[in-house]
């Protein structure tokens, strides 16, 4: 099974099961937001994904596509990298199809043939066109955007390699896409990165998201008001102000140094109004500004003043007195003052600028070893040139983007704040496991085309997937099996390493959270690659679930029963793993099947279904799918009795991370229209908590459940109140009873029913 953009379906599961319902649906989406949004380029992308989904629904009309298979396009083998646009659904078009793209163009001009993709595979087959290739893989200045992009350099190794039929064979296969797919890679500037450190984003990742921040019109706005618009109604106050004679402002009687004076004034605004158009208030004729202003035209203009303009003037100006007192006096003056030094501030698209200067000086199509510089405070030569004030610290949200580009070690990343989730670090493992993986070929050429490809690869998104089809594996493709050949057994070591590091980092940094499934893959791919007997099962997508797990499902349940038999999980969650334990190895001993279907009906029975009766239920679903996850602990008995983890922290520490991740989702329970999603996140980690305190000494386990409470009242007083139940039911298994009676609950994200945890509905 596979959870293919699981959450995606979830919002939409009518269509989950391959029908035009979701991508209708998404249609429809895109074509409001095209048409009504208020951003041009909001609007612009939009109508990009109109274009996506009007294909995909033509491609499922006229049966080119479909949706569900491993190959969904007709004619397309499996290899071919789709292009996927949403919940597993693809369009027509192959990734590495399309328009030539630029670097295509220029290799044409340098090859002289036409500007057409099989005369350019034409022109890799001869002998200019090898060395050209032969270069690229001796200098590494090559990209890989999506796999075909290195199936020719690989066909030029395999040449150098003297192995000539291997060569041939891959371009047999190639030759009939010649003509629809690029399979030349991009020339870069420098060569890639190096092993062991990974980046969240590029330097022109970084650069690109700089740029297209703009200057914050509220910002701007203010800062208008308070240096030309605000100074300029302080003349206006003076100059009325100065009028002749010692009565009232109304009564005096100007002279014709005023009148100059006042045209001036009535000059300057209108340059003022056409050089400054951010601020509108000065417009507003009701203003006391505009009072002023419109009095002044017509007194200029030699018209009297009727009595109720005498009487708005005179107001006005007393009412801008009494609120700032007069202009030249101490408080006025002190307000100024404050006034002019809060607009002084330099923007945060100045600054920006700054950062993204620095940043023109760093190789771009990787990380940053060190970010430090770039987020410094403002050197006195930069201030000369920028107009920045010399000292000054680059704003926070700025920082975070340059220090995104930071390229270190994953750990280091984790440490620094910059892998903020569980998704997060499974976007970066696989520059990890690509770098991992190409150790176990000899030649030097050959791991740096591996692991680029391999990189390449992991962006390749994930199909929509029905009876239990599995998504293609790198391994597949037709040029990385032509070099399996060259592999040997010294990757081994270094996958085993890399695994457990990884599953280490994984668990110590996010202990309440499910391991996302791109991340449960690369501990797949690290787990074969070591030749380790680790079996990884996905999170399953509950509206495309078809009653039926694959057989490592069962084996992880085994891996589980050998490590938690007799101890508290086992207790609380009510599980027989001694049974479990004997189901997995005479599934073992006995013949190999695609599904296990003793362990689905064991699951089902657990949900409190009659297995075979399962019907549409998005909820039944889930609650089988759930206890597959508590029968496999959902990988964690398989990292630590299969890779050998044992994180830092200790296993009391994370049970106290997790019950605080359950705290904060309970919370978000409150007042929330649609909680279940929290609900069932909050008794993931609660289920990983109890892991946790089952790997714990007797003493830790009773001091880190003594601590639970204690937590709890750190948090809202209804995240206590709700959680009281649940606190009972786990320390009800402690003393040896069952969690789930008198007022003890067995917490579980899933129910048929209304969920004990849901807020209750007003009357």
Not at 36 to 41: E, F, L, S, V
Not at 240 to 269: C, F, H, M, N, Q
Request: proline content about 7%; charged content about 20%.
């Amino acid at each position: 099974m596979n959870a293919n953009h699981a959450r995606a379906e979830r919002e939409f599961p009518a269509g989950a099961d391959g029908s035009a319902a979701y991508p209708e649906t998404m249609l429809a989406r895109a074509f409001l937001t095209a048409h009504t949004h208020h951003d041009a380029g909001t609007r612009e992308r939009a109508g990009h994904r109109v274009d996506r989904w009007r294909a995909v629904l033509a491609g499922m009309a006229d049966g080119t596509l479909t949706i569900g298979s491993r190959t969904p396009v007709a004619g397309l083998p499996a290899w071919v990298t789709p292009e996927v646009v949403r919940g597993g659904f693809v369009t027509s078009e192959p990734s590495a199809g399309g328009p030539l793209q630029p670097y295509e163009h220029e290799l044409a001009a340098h090859a002289g043939v036409p500007a057409e993709r099989r005369a350019l595979f034409t022109y890799c087959l001869t002998e200019a066109g090898l060395a050209r290739l032969h270069g690229l893989l001796d200098s590494g200045r090559y990209e890989i955007t999506v796999p075909e992009e290195g199936a020719l350099l690989t066909m030029a190794w395999l040449v150098r390699a003297q192995d000539t039929a291997g060569a041939l064979e891959l371009v047999e296969t190639l030759a009939p896409f010649a003509d629809r797919l690029r399979f030349t890679p991009r020339p870069a500037a420098l060569p890639a990165p190096t092993a062991r450190a990974v980046h969240r984003r590029t330097v022109a990742e970084a650069r690109a998201t700089l740029a297209r921040r703009r200057p914050n019109t509220a910002i701007e706005t203010q800062r208008e008001a308070l240096t030309v618009w605000q100074p300029f109604a302080d003349e206006l106050l003076t100059h009325w102000l100065k009028t002749a004679g010692p009565g009232p402002v109304a009564d005096r009687a100007p002279d014709d140094t005023w009148r100059e004076r006042g045209a001036a004034l009535l000059r300057r605004y209108r340059e003022l109004a056409t050089a400054h158009t951010l601020c509108t208030a000065h417009r507003d004729p009701k203003g006391n500004a505009g009072i002023l202003r419109g009095a002044l035209e017509e007194t200029v203009a030699g018209r009297p003043l009727t009595p109720r303009q005498l009487g708005l003037l005179r107001h006005a100006v007393e009412s801008m007195v009494r609120k700032r007192g007069r202009p030249g006096s101490a408080g006025h003056t002190e307000l100024r003052a404050r006034q002019a030094a809060q607009a002084a501030r330099p923007s945060h698209h100045a600054f920006a600028q700054l950062v993204l200067h620095r940043l023109s000086a760093l190789a771009q199509h990787t990380g940053a070893a060190d970010t430090a510089p770039l987020v410094t405070a403002v050197s006195p030569d930069e201030a000369r040139h920028t107009g920045l004030p010399a000292g000054a610290t680059v704003p926070a949200p700025l920082r975070t983007v340059a220090e995104n580009a930071l390229s270190a070690p994953l750990a280091t990343l984790v440490e620094r704040g910059v892998v903020t989730s569980a998704e997060v670090l499974a976007e970066l493992v696989p520059q990890l496991v690509a770098s991992t993986g190409a150790q176990s070929y000899r030649d030097e050429a050959l791991r740096t085309l591996m692991a680029a490809h391999y990189r390449a690869f992991r962006n390749r998104r994930s199909l929509l997937l029905l009876d239990l089809a599995r998504q293609v594996r790198a391994e597949e493709l037709p040029w990385v099996r032509a070099t399996a050949a060259y592999r040997t057994g010294d990757g081994r070591h270094p996958a085993r390493t890399a695994l457990c590091e990884l599953g280490e980092l994984a668990v110590q940094a996010f202990p309440g959270t499910l391991p996302p499934n791109p991340l449960i893959r690369e501990l797949g791919v690290l787990a074969r690659q070591a030749e380790t007997d680790a079996p990884f099962v996905e999170e399953l997508a509950a509206d495309i679930f078809m009653g039926t797990f694959t057989p490592k499902f069962l084996t992880a349940a085994g891996v589980a029963a050998g490590l938690l038999e007799g101890t508290l999980y086992e207790r609380y969650y009510g599980i027989d793993y001694a049974a479990v334990r004997d189901l997995a190895a005479t599934r073992a001993a006995g013949a190999r099947t695609r599904t296990a279907p003793d362990f689905a009906k064991l699951c089902t029975e657990r949900a409190g279904q009659i297995p075979g009766s399962r019907g549409p239920s998005l909820a039944a679903s889930g609650a089988v799918i759930e206890q597959a996850q508590i029968l496999t602990t959902h990988n964690l008995a398989t990292l630590v009795s299969r890779v050998g983890i044992r994180p830092e922290p200790g296993w009391e520490h994370l049970a106290g991370v997790c019950f605080r991740t359950v705290c904060k989702l309970t919370a978000r329970v409150h007042g929330n229209p649609r909680p279940l999603a929290m609900i069932k996140d909050a008794a993931y980690a609660w289920r990983q908590m109890v892991f946790h305190l089952s790997l714990c000494a007797p003493a830790a386990q009773a001091r880190a459940i003594s601590r639970l409470d204690e937590e709890a009242a750190r948090h809202p007083g209804h995240v206590s109140a709700r959680l009281a139940p649940a606190l009972t039911g786990l320390r009800q298994t402690v003393a040896g009873g069952v969690p789930d009676t008198g007022e003890g609950r067995l917490l579980l994200g899933w129910s048929t029913r209304r969920h004990w945890l849901h807020p209750a509905r007003p009357a």
